[in-house]
């Protein structure tokens, strides 16, 4: 499956997002993403609307993303890459297929770009879905069924931007849909859950979460390890083991990816009368040199470049 196969069509919303815009498309899912690393390849999304649910393909960027907030509704994730290294809450996904139900409080950490489907909608109440609570799930269905899945995905998103004619009419359309719930149905049916995150991943989350908070009370401060460690109520060990199975990253590293991308969402949205100065040094850069050649490093421009594009309205 590729973007080069698609195009816009009456059926099919076909969009490219930069780092700074990608947060338009996630909104119906409650969530957000933070980049690792801007890149210079645009993200992208294509969306099929139905009468019952949404089929999206989305091309990420690298990025840790929160959330989510699905209620009364389900997020079925499919991968349509070769992709095994991302992970959430700690767990590796491998090449599994994510379910997200409900109010997902999720951690997702993604240290490359990803290629995959999303399909949204109001599950049915019964087998296999009824037995889902929420939260994520981790499938991994057999190789026939997640095939079949992943080809149908492929089909119905060429047919919609191709031949779109094809899903004016309402039994198209219904044909579409059942055709989909089948393939998920059989994709659950076959599939095998994954192990049980060890028992050590809730309590890293939530020693993130409050490491975090911590780093954020008060960002012109650059707490030491061992500062956090202390303030957190755990050992430097146990911190480190922590920010590393959650966000793939030492708590320096996560606390720097944090400072930027917040410096940057104040560059571009922040009061009209900020200055790169006073952003660098609310975020504890007090060495403006150092603090652009990171900057550059992390989003390919300096801070003084987003902060001019900004304000001529890119």
Same mark, same amino acid.
């Given at each position: 499956?590729?973007?080069?196969?698609?195009?816009?069509?009456?059926?099919?919303?076909?969009?490219?997002?930069?780092?700074?815009?990608?947060?338009?498309?996630?909104?119906?899912?409650?969530?957000?993403?933070?980049?690792?690393?801007?890149?210079? %390849?645009?993200?992208?999304?294509?969306?099929?609307?139905?009468?019952?649910?949404?089929?999206?393909?989305?091309?990420?960027?690298?990025?840790?993303?929160?959330?989510?907030?699905?209620?009364?509704?389900?997020?079925?994730?499919?991968?349509?890459?070769?992709?095994?290294?991302?992970?959430?809450?700690?767990?590796?996904?491998?090449?599994?297929?994510?379910?997200?139900?409900?109010?997902?409080?999720?951690?997702?950490?993604?240290?490359?770009?990803?290629?995959?489907?999303?399909?949204?909608?109001?599950?049915?109440?019964?087998?296999?879905?009824?037995?889902?609570?929420?939260?994520?799930?981790?499938?991994?269905?057999?190789?026939?069924?997640?095939?079949?899945?992943?080809?149908?995905?492929?089909?119905?998103?060429?047919?919609?931007?191709?031949?779109?004619?094809?899903?004016?009419?309402?039994?198209?359309?219904?044909?579409?849909?059942?055709?989909?719930?089948?393939?998920?149905?059989?994709?659950?049916?076959?599939?095998?859950?994954?192990?049980?995150?060890?028992?050590?991943?809730?309590?890293?989350?939530?020693?993130?979460?409050?490491?975090?908070?911590?780093?954020?009370?008060?960002?012109?401060?650059?707490?030491?390890?061992?500062?956090?460690?202390?303030?957190?109520?755990?050992?430097?060990? %146990?911190?480190?083991?922590?920010?590393?199975?959650?966000?793939?990253?030492?708590?320096?590293?996560?606390?720097?990816?944090?400072?930027?991308?917040?410096?940057?969402?104040?560059?571009?949205?922040?009061?009209?009368?900020?200055?790169?100065?006073?952003?660098?040094?609310?975020?504890?850069?007090?060495?403006?040199?150092?603090?652009?050649?990171?900057?550059?490093?992390?989003?390919?421009?300096?801070?003084?470049? %987003?902060?001019?594009?900004?304000?001529?309205?890119?």
């Amino acid at each position: 499956m590729s973007f080069q196969r698609l195009k816009p069509s009456p059926a099919l919303e076909l969009e490219s997002y930069d780092v700074d815009h990608f947060d338009e498309s996630e909104r119906y899912a409650g969530a957000s993403s933070m980049p690792l690393s801007a890149g210079a %390849t645009a993200s992208m999304r294509a969306r099929l609307n139905l009468p019952t649910l949404t089929l999206s393909l989305l091309k990420t960027f690298p990025r840790i993303v929160r959330g989510y907030q699905l209620t009364n509704a389900a997020a079925v994730v499919v991968p349509m890459d070769h992709v095994t290294s991302s992970r959430i809450n700690g767990q590796s996904i491998g090449s599994s297929i994510v379910i997200l139900t409900g109010a997902s409080d999720c951690l997702v950490y993604e240290p490359v770009g990803r290629l995959m489907a999303v399909v949204y909608f109001s599950p049915p109440a019964r087998e296999p879905w009824a037995q889902l609570s929420d939260g994520y799930h981790l499938l991994n269905p057999a190789a026939d069924a997640l095939v079949s899945l992943c080809g149908l995905i492929s089909t119905t998103l060429e047919t919609a931007a191709n031949d779109p004619g094809f899903l004016n009419g309402p039994a198209s359309q219904g044909l579409v849909e059942q055709a989909l719930l089948g393939r998920m149905d059989a994709a659950l049916r076959s599939s095998v859950k994954s192990r049980p995150a060890p028992p050590a991943t809730d309590g890293y989350r939530r020693i993130v979460l409050n490491m975090e908070r911590l780093i954020r009370r008060d960002l012109m401060i650059w707490h030491k390890t061992t500062e956090l460690a202390e303030q957190t109520g755990v050992s430097v060990r %146990t911190l480190q083991s922590a920010t590393q199975a959650i966000c793939g990253m030492s708590p320096h590293r996560y606390s720097r990816v944090l400072r930027l991308w917040s410096v940057r969402k104040q560059l571009r949205i922040g009061p009209a009368r900020r200055s790169v100065k006073s952003c660098a040094i609310a975020h504890g850069f007090w060495h403006l040199s150092e603090f652009a050649a990171s900057y550059r490093t992390a989003f390919g421009e300096l801070p003084s470049e %987003t902060m001019h594009r900004s304000m001529r309205g890119e």
